[in-house]
């Protein structure tokens, strides 16, 4: 949101307010009298000095000699959210005592975790000014003493020219700045310090951000403290005061004074301790690189430690608690691996002596990048396969991966304002594939962009979303600009430049700009010229930046229209706009994501025309592709340059290359088809996912009748990529949910089975062997569930037989993790009363370590006492947690039968629900439980719930909204999509 225009309201705080050092007390009137005639005398005498000092002033200036002015001071307004570039920070010597509350007493007046400290800056005069102004958070810090600005050089030091006074301070907390007036003007080219003490203020609600504090029970029933800082984006000023903007690089060295029983962590290796009397400790750390502030981090803990040294000689470290150390050697293995890979491929070693890796238990992000010190939170660190399945796996490489990325693209190179953090979180999600790829060789991670990246930015991206390159005009950046259109839409972008023009170009490109702008900031501007530079180098014509402009500064992106006449192809683009209120529940999350950002963010321009890089393949070129450029509304292409005859195919973007979506006509799709039932592997697996996966949201928006999703299915017997059977799921997932309370819905389970069963048998089942890589194991593994969910008998009865062997057995590592859920959930919804009985004790015992996905698989259940008992239970305080119980209500809802349980039970039960959930919880649980609701007669019954329950509107007005669209849906979908599925099971 832009600030208007005008004053900022500031607060004044007169210096004779900071310090008690010139105040004194009279004690008596005598004292008093005496002191009233010293006032007088010395009132004569500065008379008389004044009157001399104007009478040799005049004398002065009859002489010629120029007479000195006091200071000009800026104006600050609204509108100044930057700060002013006439001094550089050169260096931060900080000290920060932290006061968990473990074992060191706090005074009185502060009982809860706070901190205090000073800090000593050096900088540098740039131009002339004699006004200091830097950020300190108004709601979380405050400045309680500050010095005089003194020369750096020592020649100069002590000298009474080297002394500039600070005579009165400003906050303006608009901006979270604060200034300094200063006496006299600063001389450009010398370098000052100056030092301001700090204490931190009482908090009354938790916060992630800053330093903050942390906490979690270890193995002997022990509450532990930790202390943990989050600086991105712009809370650094939250700790200290300083210049918090991305763009100002300085060394920074710390001093934590700590309790003696913990340890403290920062960015570099440690110079020295010291222990005090008094119960603490003071660490002091080396200096750091020249880096951002939001880089700067602490930890206080009591962890352990695990370490190796890397190829090139840093120390690679993994701090957690014990009970975590046990999983971390994959995490250190990768890590050390990855590191490497990078310096190797971009050219520039890792700076620092050293890299911790901290797993936090409570942390805003899954990971921060900061320098010699990574901050994760330690559910997404650590793998184990003895606790993990393979996509966990992945999920952490890719994690780990995409951190080590960032100590070049964020660290060695950072953008010069928030604007541009795809500089840094775009290109960092692009790189993350290529670590992540070299951990995980066999795990075919880039077909997994197209799951993870591409189409996760093509669900969000709308109008009504920020474009990659943001707007912001304010000083404090607040966590939205860390969203889906700055990481994957960014990614997805340079994979589309890496097929228009060479995966070497690009990266020979990545090399180019580092070795550019490395231990400075960049704008995106610079990204193009590295690219540019390297695109001429290899003789290809093409102007990057123009080519790029509109997909980086405009919200949303292109479909790209295919017809045929006789003689040409007419290839159209059109501006995608999402008309469905009911498409599918990841685009509800999506208005969920934006509903903070989008006031601030969005651009609202009128959609402008894409130059859209083309990837085309066709008989006469099917193994490759052929660029052709659309840069105009449309273009047309002689049927003879691509095809042979009128039923060849036409792929416009080939290997899902592009970021944009294709409606083929009717007739173009049907032969892509038709094609793909007698040869599969004539496109590969990330082209048939991208056809799927354009059909499905075209007919979200409107553009095609829903049916069509399930035309473009047809050829799916002969299927058995992964990759396409992802995309499917999520294709037919809102057909599902639609049908499921139908009987079409026994005819759409058919025709899944029927169209799985060839998957699952080239998967070999539930066959799987120790020594199976983790791609088949990914495979299988989503052969089996799809198999089983669609009632498949010999998916079913290979599964109970597993868990039959387990319960008689008792050993639950004989079922691989990447099975357990799939085969618990068939036990659950298809065993006998002992198999649910054993599934029942281990939901709801508390020491069972396969106790989550007990419960999951516990929904699954048809059996209506089950379901209902499980509800029962959930609704009771002392059986679950509250998130427990909270999920309990999303785990019965997986099934039509369970749903209808769940909100008969919740109609049955509101106020004991309502106490326990309060309105927004409860909101979302109805939300869920009725997301299949699409009848009359249903929005009638949650109508009049709601009109029994009218003093709490809000749990019930999102599920009157979603059944709503529902019916519409139905109204419209339900007899084509019945028709097809009765004409093809």
Not at 248 to 255: D, I, M, N
């Amino acid at each position: 949101m832009t600030n208007s225009t005008g004053p900022v309201v500031a607060v004044v705080v007169p210096l004779d307010e900071q310090t008690n050092d010139d105040k004194f007390d009279l004690t008596s009137h005598k004292t008093a009298r005496r002191n009233v005639k010293l006032i007088v005398v010395f009132a004569v005498i500065v008379t008389i000095t004044v009157i001399f000092a104007v009478v040799l002033g005049l004398t002065i200036r009859d002489k010629g000699e120029d007479e000195k002015h006091p200071p000009v001071y800026p104006i600050i307004t609204n509108d100044s959210y930057r700060l002013p570039t006439d001094v550089t920070p050169i260096n931060y010597n900080i000290t920060l005592q932290v006061f968990l509350g473990v074992s060191v007493a706090f005074t009185e007046d502060q009982p809860t975790f706070h901190f205090n400290g000073s800090v000593e800056i050096t900088f540098r005069c740039e131009t002339s000014t004699a006004f200091l102004l830097l950020h300190q958070h108004m709601g979380k810090l405050q400045v309680a003493q500050v010095s005089d600005v003194r020369l750096a050089d020592a020649a100069a030091a002590g000298t009474e020219s080297s002394v500039v006074r600070v005579v009165d301070r400003q906050l303006f907390p608009v901006h979270d700045m604060i200034g300094f007036y200063l006496d006299d003007y600063l001389v450009p080219g010398h370098e000052y310090t100056f030092t301001l003490e700090f204490w931190s203020t009482p908090q009354t609600t938790p916060s992630l951000s800053g330093l903050y504090p942390s906490s979690y029970v270890d193995s002997n029933g022990t509450e532990r403290y930790i202390a943990v800082t989050q600086m991105a984006a712009t809370l650094a000023r939250e700790v200290f005061p300083c210049w918090d903007e991305s763009h100002f690089r300085a060394t920074f060295q710390l001093t934590v004074v700590h309790d003696e029983n913990t340890i403290a962590l920062s960015n570099t290796e440690i110079a020295l301790q010291r222990r005090h009397s008094s119960g603490w400790l003071s660490t002091t750390f080396m200096p750091t690189v020249k880096m951002s502030t939001y880089l700067v981090a602490v930890v206080v803990c009591n962890f352990n430690y695990i370490e190796e040294v890397s190829l090139h000689g840093s120390v690679v470290r993994i701090f957690a608690r014990d009970e975590w150390l046990e999983a971390a050697d994959y995490s250190l293995q990768a890590a050390l691996r990855i590191l490497p890979y990078f310096e190797h491929k971009y050219q520039h070693m890792y700076p620092m002596r050293k890299l911790d890796m901290v797993a936090v238990p409570e942390f805003y992000y899954g990971g921060m990048e900061n320098w010699g010190l990574i901050i994760y939170k330690e559910s997404k660190l650590f793998y184990s396969s003895e606790q993990h399945t393979v996509k966990e796996k992945r999920s952490t490489t890719q994690l780990i991966s995409h951190e080590l990325a960032h100590q070049w693209f964020g660290n060695l190179v950072t953008m010069d304002w928030w604007n541009d953090v795809w500089l840094s979180e775009g290109i960092t999600s692009y790189v993350e594939y290529q670590g992540a790829n070299e951990q995980l060789p066999d795990l075919a991670m880039w077909d997994y962009f197209i799951i993870g990246d591409l189409q996760t930015a093509m669900i969000f991206d709308s109008p009504s979303t920020n474009s990659v390159i943001l707007n912001i005009t304010q000083s404090t950046v607040s966590s939205n600009v860390y969203n889906r259109m700055v990481y994957e839409k960014g990614s997805a972008l340079l994979r589309m430049i890496s097929y228009l023009v060479g995966e070497d170009v690009l990266e020979g490109a990545l090399r180019d700009y580092l070795d550019r702008h490395a231990w400075s900031a960049a704008v995106t501007d610079d990204l193009w010229t590295a690219l540019q530079k390297s695109i001429d180098e290899q003789g290809i014509s093409l102007d990057i930046k123009a080519v790029m402009k509109v997909w980086t500064e405009q919200a949303g992106y292109p479909y790209i229209t295919v017809e045929r006449t006789d003689d040409f192809f007419i290839l159209t683009q059109e501006y995608f706009m999402d008309k469905a209120t009911f498409v599918q529940p990841l685009e509800q999350r999506a208005a969920e994501m934006l509903s903070d950002s989008a006031a601030v963010y969005v651009n609202t321009e009128p959609a402008r025309l894409y130059t859209v890089p083309l990837f085309i393949a066709s008989p006469k070129n099917p193994n490759n592709y052929t660029i052709y450029w659309l840069t105009d509304k449309s273009l047309q292409v002689p049927v003879t340059e691509l095809a042979g005859g009128a039923d060849d195919w036409l792929i416009v973007n080939a290997h899902a290359a592009g970021y944009y979506r294709v409606h083929y006509a009717d007739a173009e799709l049907q032969k892509i088809v038709d094609h793909l039932k007698t040869d599969v592997t004539v496109f590969d697996a990330k082209t048939r996912a991208q056809l799927i996966c354009d059909v499905s949201f075209l007919a979200g928006a409107g553009v095609v009748e829903q049916v069509r999703i399930l035309k473009v299915t047809e050829f799916l017997h002969v299927e058995t990529a992964y990759l396409t059977w992802h995309m499917v799921q999520e294709a037919l997932a809102y057909i599902d949910l639609m049908l499921s309370s139908r009987s079409a819905h026994a005819q759409f389970t058919e025709y899944i089975r029927e169209k799985v069963r060839h998957f699952y048998t080239s998967a070999a089942g539930f066959h799987y062997q120790p020594d199976d890589s983790d791609f088949t194991t990914l495979t299988r593994s989503y052969a089996t569930a799809i198999a089983c969910d669609s009632n498949m008998s010999e998916c079913v009865d290979s599964a109970l037989d597993i868990f039959t062997n387990w319960t008689r057995e008792g050993a639950v590592g004989r079922i691989p993790m990447d099975y357990r859920e799939t085969v618990y959930c068939t036990a659950a919804g298809h065993g006998d009363e002992h198999q649910v009985a054993y599934i029942w004790h281990h939901a709801t015992s508390a020491d069972s370590v396969e106790k989550q996905r007990m419960m999951k698989a516990l929904g699954c259940s048809r059996n209506a006492t089950i379901i209902n008992r499980y509800l029962e239970l959930a609704a009771e305080n002392d059986t679950f947690s509250y998130a427990d119980a909270y999920n309990v209500f999303a785990y019965v809802s997986k099934y039509d039968s369970g749903r209808r349980l769940a909100w008969q039970f919740i109609a049955e039960h509101f106020e004991p629900l309502f106490l326990k959930f309060g309105t927004s919880n409860l909101a979302n649980i109805v939300s869920h439980v009725t997301r299949g609701f699409n009848t009359v007669e249903d929005l009638d019954e949650v109508r009049n719930v709601s009109a029994r329950f009218a003093e709490q509107p809000m749990v019930f007005d999102s599920s009157i909204h979603t059944t709503t669209a529902n019916i519409a849906y139905m109204t419209q979908n339900e007899e084509p999509l019945t028709n097809f599925l009765n004409s093809n099971t």
